[in-house]
């Protein structure tokens, strides 16, 4: 969780460690946890990633690509080998006094920097965080705090709920759009499972109607809010077909976007690899948008990035891969699984999540706790 903060070379060093003595653990109990669906499922990336590596002979962006893919069969080593009790009495506590540590830095930031925080925002900028800046993946980090608050009960109700919704609010404030996505799925992915569990469906109504207050009364009130939600609305009205401008953040996305989209639909350019990405992207940027080059090297959405990387195929299986964990253990699914799958799958919709080492990270390690949950509750039972 350190790693997570200071360093990515940090993060990636010590989950080498980890997974390397977890693995020797298991080999030394004779687990058989090769064999098990989580492992397989964390495993497939590895063997999908070939379908975008053999364009380019295992070049830099490829083997790069492929150590952030190798976090997925790593951490579930780690899950693993560690009893679910220990998951839910230390792991969640600790992912949680970190949640607290790194939203007291942007909070404090914002009370001392009260006015300059407010105009950042009113023009495309975000608060400070302690992930390199990547106000983006720390939102997602928030909403997997939101989820563990709602699905493990490691607190006594009462205090679960006031720390939930303290979470919740503090999402909202730091009015990052992802993050507002992400936890309003999660809530009411979550509630309509209450509900169901609960089988009390006149609770339905009310709450909508106390969510959508809630949501107009914090636009009201809180100026990050009010002033995101006015500079995205200005943003997007700025978007002109032909022409960009990189200080606009939603119309370099559509930009982006597009641009990966045309050269999906210029057939000669689709499976063009890892590497090759980046080069059939600025070679149809520059064709869509007066000659101009942009810095990045991969669409804002992962299907996208799947699609001009690995083919048709690849996207489809890259998609297959990514829901699975939906059809794990039908009959007594945990609620937080299908709560997280949807969340990050939203997230991919705007954002290349997965291709980022601290995206895969925020996805498996909720994904590996919450499947271990579904599975020991359902060798319990």
Known sequence: MAGLFVSRALLSITLILWASYAIWQLIKINSQFYKSPLFIWSSAPIFLWILGAWQNSLSGDSLNYLLTLTAYPATVCIVESISMEVI?????????????????????????????????????????????????????????????????????????????????????????????????????????FAIKKSKSGKLIFPGMILFASMLVLSYLIVPTIHQKIAYSIWDWQQFQPGKYDPNYSDGTRRAINLSAWNSINNHSNINAGWSGISKVLQESFTRNFENQKTEYGWPFNQWLFWWMGSGWWGMLLFTGWLFYPLFVNLKKIDAGLICWTIAIALSCIVESTLNYQFGVFLHIWPIAFMWKKATSKSGSS
């Open 88 to 192: 839910e009495k230390k792991m969640i506590r600790i992912w949680l006094i970190a949640t607290v540590i790194g939203v007291s830095y942007p909070v404090i930031w914002y009370l001392f920097h009260f006015t300059a925080s407010n105009n950042a925002y009113g023009s495309g900028k975000s608060l400070p965080t302690l992930m390199d800046s990547d106000y983006v993946r720390f939102s997602i980090f928030l909403c997997s705090s939101f989820l563990f608050l709602l699905n493990y009960p490691i607190f006594k109700k009462s205090i679960t709920r006031i720390l939930a919704a303290v979470s919740f609010l503090l999402i909202l404030f730091l009015s990052v759009r992802t993050g507002w996505v992400l936890a309003i799925s999660i809530l009411i992915c979550y509630c309509l």
